[in-house]
């Protein structure tokens, strides 16, 4: 029996194993993008508008910055035992122009600045409710 | 256009470490230093500005009136503040506005921690609202993560190294030899900070700074009551800078998942960074030539190339250059962190920005000993913390 997968935060991105994608949201005033989504009111400051569309973000972007954690973060973050190292990646999404975090699947191998990596989900941990399951990013090859 | 001044009449600390102790005592104790400093009993103060800290329970959220009670209640006014890292200079800047609105004429600001052992984590509980929460949950994104993105992007835009890195540890660290408030008084050779444990590639870790326990405080008064004190020529707050980022902000910063976006309103002119310090110079009508001294918040040593630039003692991309000339070394043309920074003291989160001013105000006064850059007559501070706070404090003799 394989265990439930569930998104470990709920509403972020999509669960389409084939073509996952980050889901923010876009202020139908002025056009800007959002994510997280935003839910109050647009925070261009020149913008009154509240109300916005969901939007699946560019499944590819090219890496700002990155790096490799070499020690275990404190709770609530779920480290294996033992532990291993982790790389994070910011990665620059050219239509959208912003940069947005995910831990890089397959680790630090050919990470670099400026490098494409593309979305992908993976199991973040598990606990009774099943895999909690996350975006990552990973490099292009 | 300049705004107006207040007076620093006294200033004192707790020294940094980890003590163990609540953090209440650390903030009896500075305030107590900064009083005989001054000069004044605890009942001449009027007005009592707290900095908040945010992992010691209640008594931590009213900061202010929690030292206004360890101290004796004696009436004065109170307010507490907390603006992450800027806390300090946030309580600051209140007693500041109070003085020159007239509505007190000696105000005391103090600031104390205790911090847990390691990384700083977000506060407890299933808090999945909580981008601080999330940010370990989902990423593990621990601070020196940012630290690292932006180390990392220095080495790659501007061609910076490990050695320069470890570089700016080894000038704090001889900076900070001599600093009775200091917790790491220890000299360290560029091979050993090379050797230090990976923390956060390409950071180690003697290049980032440790959470510490400490205190710090600042008497405050008006020009007006500094005269009729005869307190001769004291230090002058000429800025007090709280500036927020302008949108969109597209630095990745603590504890954000995402930058903002860029596609339908472009970039700002400045940076938050940048504007954090243009904002100070503009209040006290300086420019970065007018420096002789700043303490800067080196949370990694590769941070502190970073605000070179940013409160405009280079251009961007010379700042190696700058540590390599030795201007930013006590005898050089602009000394950073002769406290010996972050990287002697570790972070006390809501005394940091007020202990950066202090050792301002002892540079100033020429009591700096073991440390004192000659002559200065005019300095800066600068930090970033989270959730869009950053201050910079300008103070001038």
Redesign the interface.
Known sequence: MSAARVP???GWFTMDEADPRLVGNK?TS???????KASIAC????CDGTAFDDVPLSNRGRV????????A???????PDPFEP?S?A?VELA?????????VEGG?EGLR??AEVELVLST?FADDEGERV?WKWKVVS | MSVGEVAVLGVGMHPWGKWGKNFVEYGVVAARDALADAGLAWTDIQFVSGADTVRNGYPGYVAGATFAQALGWQGAQVTSAYAACASGATALDVARNRILAGLCDVAMVVGADTTPK??L??T?G?R?DD?D??????????N??YF???A??RM?VYGATDSDFAKVKVKNARHGLENPNARYRKEVTEEEVLAS???????RLLEICATSDGAAAVVLSSMDFARRRGSGDPVRVAAVSTATPR??N?I?EMPN?????????GPPELTFRDSIAAEAYEQAAIAPDDLDVAEVYDLSSALELDWYENIGLCKPGEAEKLLHDGDTTIGGRIPVNPSGGLACFGEAVPAQALAQVCELVWQLRGQADGRQVEGARVGLTANQGLFGHGSSVIVKK
């Open positions: 470990a935060v709920e202020c002025c056009g800007t993008v959002f994510f997280p925070r261009n400051p020149s700002w910055s990155y790096t490799t954690n070499h020690y973060p404190p709770a609530p973050y779920v480290s982790y994070v910011a239509d959208e122009k912003l940069v947005v975090l995910g831990q630090a600045v400026g973040l996350v | 390691g990384f984590a977000p407890g299933d999945p981008p929460w999330l940010r370990f949950r989902l990423l593990g994104a621990t020196p993560t690292a993105f932006y990392r992007r790659e444990p990976m923390v956060a590639d390409p950071l949108f969109p597209t990745i998942f995402a930058t903002d976006s860029a596609a339908a309103v």
